[in-house]
């Protein structure tokens, strides 16, 4: 999955007494993820300069469109595109936008094959798995930005440009300008009419620019959409805390509060509780003993960050009385270990949200 913005078709567990459950959050002993080095607490990430990191500020904020997995696409008339008011390309776009792949797409001039694709969907994360060949921090109607290119595309298609923008939601927004003919097209052309554009996308969509939501976004999973811890936290949410293994390596265990997952690396692990419910939630399954603890949100969902020494979780109420808590450590300990948890949460309940239809 590694990442789909590109021009082609991207635990140690206790339970307590029945009213208060506790999670204990020390990483388990295997391998080489457990060493301890000297480096950074992980909640101690220093955001780049050019924004080529992780999302800044919190994702509490309503979900804008749905990504572009979304179960309910398929009913919409129009597609991907389905979300999009009327008039919002008057003067841009050449021809009317319509869904291809996952995309919503149109062209900005037909007969030279220039276009544009724009996808909702994955997190504002650093690029772990493909190289990029340029990057420039922006800020698009307020909002925390990047203008870049992966470098398989520049090598495809000369002159493409990316802009992805921060949401602060559960799904970000990624739109691409490109010559589908591969024709080399003026990148700073291109930069900036995929700025523009992106511009009144936000501006329409996005609450913090001033937009509204599309009115068919689900905000809420739906009870019972998930019963097993590794069938929620599977492989297409790890890989974006670079574990990349296969679901069949994903170790799946039960104990008294619900289902158990185990995803790791040599050097990295995500460890995930999904409690049965229906009374397991933030209020009744206590935060990790010792634990440093702070409250936030994944979308409009209630969450909690904990650090136990270099490992950080996230606990968030998938459902009232029903918890999904993730927790990441590796032996890295550059300061990015929450970052990591926050964002595996982030990619666990977009993936809950794409079967609400």
Known sequence: MKRLASVLTALALLGAGACAMHVDGQPVGEKGVNKVGEGKKPDQYSFPENNSGFAQGEIDQPDPVPGFNWRGWDKQPSGRCAWVPAGLFDGIAATPPGPAGHFCSFFLD???????????????????????????????????????????????YPGSCQVEVNTRSVNKVDLLVWNQNKKPI????????????????????????????????????????????????????????????????????????????????????AETLLTNGPDQGLAQVHPAKGAQVSEHKIGLLPARQEIVGLACAYAVEIVPGRLLRIEYRDHFNKGNGCMYARTLAQQAVSELLEDVE
């Open 110 to 156: 037909q007969a030279a094959g220039d276009a544009v694709q724009i996808t909702w969907g994955g997190s504002f994360n650093p690029f772990d798995y493909d190289p990029v060949a340029f990057m420039e921090p922006a800020t698009i109607a307020g909002l925390q930005a990047r203008v870049y290119d992966l470098k398989r595309n520049q090598d495809a």
């Open 186 to 269: 003026d990148r700073a052309k291109s930069c900036q009419t995929a700025k523009t554009i992106m511009e009144r996308i936000v501006k329409a969509m996005v609450p913090l620019a001033g937009g509204k939501v599309w009115d068919r976004t689900p905000q809420q999973p739906v009870r019972g959409s998930v019963s097993e811890a590794c069938k929620l936290v599977n492989d297409v949410v790890t890989t974006y805390a670079v574990i990349e293994i296969g679901d069949r390596k994903h170790v799946q265990g039960k104990n008294d509060m619900g289902t158990t997952c185990l995803a790791q690396t040599d050097v990295r692990k």
